[in-house]
């Protein structure tokens, strides 16, 4: 792999203005974005930038919708080796 490639397949770093977004913020400023892109009327290089934030609020709503998945279920192994889920105890 060569090191640009290397770079290409790394995880997106989230800026700190993003991950200090609740998820409904960070979906609300996401459909704006979609919302500006869909109606075209942006100069190109605004258009790049705006996809390239999208994508970045995209990764930060996946991971909260994760965190809080993983806050409401927790992993199950059972004798026989199998893996299944089960509402977590959360008192």
């Not at 892109?37 to 930060?60: F, N, W």
């Not at 709503?61 to 992993?75: D, G, R, W």
């Amino acid at each position: 792999m060569t090191p640009c490639e290397a770079k290409l397949a790394k995880e997106p770093v989230l800026p700190k203005d993003i991950t200090g977004l609740s998820f409904e913020d960070a979906l609300k400023e996401l459909e704006g974005i979609v919302q500006q892109l869909e109606r075209g009327q942006v100069k190109l290089d605004e258009a790049i930038t705006a996809y390239e934030r999208g994508a970045l609020l995209k990764k930060h709503c996946e991971q909260k919708l994760a965190e809080a998945k993983m806050k409401v279920e927790k992993i199950v192994f059972s004798a026989d080796g199998s893996v299944g889920s089960q509402p977590a105890d959360l008192n």
